[in-house]
């Protein structure tokens, strides 16, 4: 499976935007999906994932009431809402992919990645 993350940007602190986990391929109804990011200067971190079916939703402490993983099956498409933005969001943001047990927390639990999308958040 083809992963395409979109929907970076810019914004000031407080705003919102929605970032989106396109994939081709295969059918991403049997993958658990994640997203990860990268903030300048530091390792990749974890930030949310979602089960195949929806139902099971972990997420980084960091980002929890604030961030919203969700997935359309019949778009083979998967979401990371943003909401309440922080400039400590700032980073840039990978989707992934496993049909490996999970939904998995750490970077080793997925083995399809797609290319980042920037998110970067003003004071």
């Known amino acids: 499976v083809q992963l395409q993350a979109s929907g970076g940007g810019s914004v000031q602190a407080g705003g919102s935007l929605r970032l989106s986990c396109a994939a081709s391929?295969?059918?991403?109804?049997?993958?658990?999906m994640g997203w990860f990011r990268q903030p300048p200067g530091r390792e990749r971190e974890f930030v949310a994932a979602i089960s195949r079916t929806g139902g099971v939703t972990p997420y980084a402490d960091s980002v929890k009431d604030r961030f919203t993983i969700s997935r359309d099956n019949a778009k083979n498409t998967g979401y990371l809402q943003m909401n309440s933005l922080k400039p400590e969001d700032t980073a840039l943001y990978y989707c992934?992919?496993?049909?490996?047990?999970?939904?998995?927390?750490?970077?080793?639990?997925?083995?399809?990645w797609g290319q980042g999308t920037q998110v970067t958040v003003s004071s």
């Open positions: 992934a992919a496993s049909r490996w047990s999970g939904p998995g927390t750490v970077s080793d639990d997925y083995n399809y």
């Open positions: 391929g295969r059918s991403i109804s049997t993958y658990n």
